[in-house]
């Protein structure tokens, strides 16, 4: 992961032009200095604009929350299979049927996550292995689903039994994705969004002992785009 920065990319004859538009893929050049932790950038060969993100605001929103974990939760090492998961995942959300954006970005925010080394154990109970049925409850905290024994009286979220299939199904690249109404889709949103929000706390705790706000996934979380519902 590389921050930089582009000197005069506003200017009327910058040699970056267009190129260096919000989610554009290409490739950096950097002048590169060890001691910086801000790079220089160079040059930007652009591979590809992703202009349909643009056309639609809960692509864009899916697409900022991708790219905000990717920034957030990737190691500093390059790590090539997460860099291919983002890239697939802004390919699905700019090819994302009409009203399917969110329950694909809920998709590729899972398996992001999961191939950042996050994955939530989905199949087994996440503290002793035991099998789970009926209504699962899930931990943002353990990381997976609970067996009845080990959620108790009160766990912190309950999936009902459709709603742990529709999680298993986003989480599963192979099998067809749900269609959620309204209410599900928040509900999804809800369940990856506080995940990561614990996950993202954890690395930053443990680097610097606060948490930044994840900025990007809350706007995408609370779907404030969206109209309400006329009844
Ligand atoms: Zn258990």
Same mark, same amino acid.
């Given at each position: 992961?590389?921050?930089?920065?582009?000197?005069?990319?506003?200017?009327?004859?910058?040699?970056?032009?267009? &190129?260096?538009?919000?989610?554009?893929?290409?490739?950096?050049?950097?002048?590169? +200095?060890?001691?910086?932790?801000?790079?220089?950038?160079?040059?930007? #060969?652009?591979?590809?604009? *992703?202009?349909?993100?643009?056309?639609?605001?809960?692509?864009?929103?899916?697409?900022?929350?991708?790219?905000?974990?990717?920034?957030?939760?990737?190691?500093?090492?390059?790590?090539?299979?997460?860099?291919?998961?983002?890239?697939?995942?802004?390919?699905?959300?700019?090819?994302?049927?009409?009203?399917?954006? #969110?329950?694909? &970005?809920?998709?590729?925010?899972?398996?992001?996550?999961?191939?950042?080394? !996050?994955?939530?154990?989905?199949?087994?109970?996440? *503290?002793?292995?035991?099998?789970?049925?009926?209504?699962?409850?899930?931990?943002?905290?353990?990381?997976?689903?609970?067996?009845?024994?080990?959620?108790?009286? +009160?766990?912190?979220?309950?999936?009902?039994?459709?709603?742990?299939?529709?999680?298993?199904?986003?989480?599963?690249?192979?099998?067809?994705?749900?269609?959620?109404?309204?209410?599900?889709? &928040?509900?999804? *949103? *809800?369940?990856?969004?506080? !995940?990561?929000?614990?996950?993202?706390?954890?690395?930053?705790?443990?680097?610097?002992?606060? &948490?930044?706000?994840?900025?990007?996934?809350?706007?995408?979380?609370?779907?404030?785009?969206?109209?309400?519902?006329?009844?």
């Amino acid at each position: 992961m590389q921050s930089a920065i582009a000197k005069g990319v506003f200017r009327p004859r910058s040699p970056f032009g267009a &190129a260096l538009e919000t989610l554009a893929e290409g490739t950096a050049q950097l002048y590169h +200095k060890e001691t910086r932790e801000l790079q220089i950038l160079a040059a930007f #060969d652009v591979t590809s604009l *992703r202009r349909d993100l643009a056309g639609d605001v809960g692509r864009f929103a899916g697409a900022a929350a991708l790219s905000e974990v990717m920034l957030k939760m990737a190691p500093p090492a390059p790590l090539p299979a997460a860099y291919e998961t983002l890239v697939f995942g802004l390919d699905a959300l700019a090819n994302a049927e009409l009203g399917q954006a #969110d329950t694909v &970005a809920t998709r590729w925010l899972w398996l992001l996550v999961g191939v950042l080394g !996050f994955a939530p154990q989905l199949d087994a109970c996440v *503290r002793d292995g035991n099998a789970v049925a009926g209504t699962v409850a899930f931990s943002a905290v353990d990381g997976g689903v609970l067996c009845a024994s080990c959620a108790g009286l +009160k766990p912190p979220t309950r999936l009902p039994p459709q709603a742990y299939a529709d999680l298993l199904a986003l989480n599963d690249l192979e099998a067809t994705l749900p269609r959620l109404d309204a209410a599900h889709a &928040a509900a999804h *949103r *809800r369940l990856v969004a506080r !995940f990561i929000r614990y996950q993202l706390g954890e690395i930053q705790g443990a680097k610097n002992g606060k &948490a930044e706000r994840a900025s990007a996934i809350d706007i995408w979380e609370r779907g404030a785009w969206v109209p309400p519902a006329s009844s």
